[in-house]
């Protein structure tokens, strides 16, 4: 692996600032993604140090360095599933289905995420659909504000949207139900 020190460092900042979304551990492989300026998915093998990215530089970059120190800092779930290989991102779904605090943080970074590079509006709102799902279950009433923040701002973008309208109207139940 070829990677300098300020990658390092820059790798570490992302880590900490809470960018690696998910990590999986299928043998001595890596998976992971991570929320950079995209969406990115890395692959890091911890044996030969080889990696790759799907960020323009294609590997040995700071998302390969941040999964490193999400690694080391035990952020990551194991698993023995062959198909980790080549559904990672399921297998991250499903382990967080069994932890639905986690799961709920993670998809509140994701829906922060979306709401600047979503163009659509359509992730946001699975991703909106999701975490109150995931607020009923796990009755974390403090997620309530980023919802009405994320809310608030879809309906400037989206502001011809029946879709942002349903979206108040399902938060706004949920609110009354807690
Ligand atoms: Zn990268």
Redesign the pocket.
Known sequence: MAMDEKTLKKGERYYKSGKVLWVVKHGSRLFSK?L?TYP?Y?ELDLETGENS???????D????AAVMKAYENGFYFETFEGHAEIFPEAVAMEFLSEVPELALDVTLKELRFAVSTDESGSEVARLFRRALKLVALTGRKEALHVLEEVAEEYGHVFEDYELSLKLRDELRELEASL
């Open positions: 991570i950079g990115y890395v990215c799907t960020c323009p530089l294609g590997g970059c700071k998302h390969v």
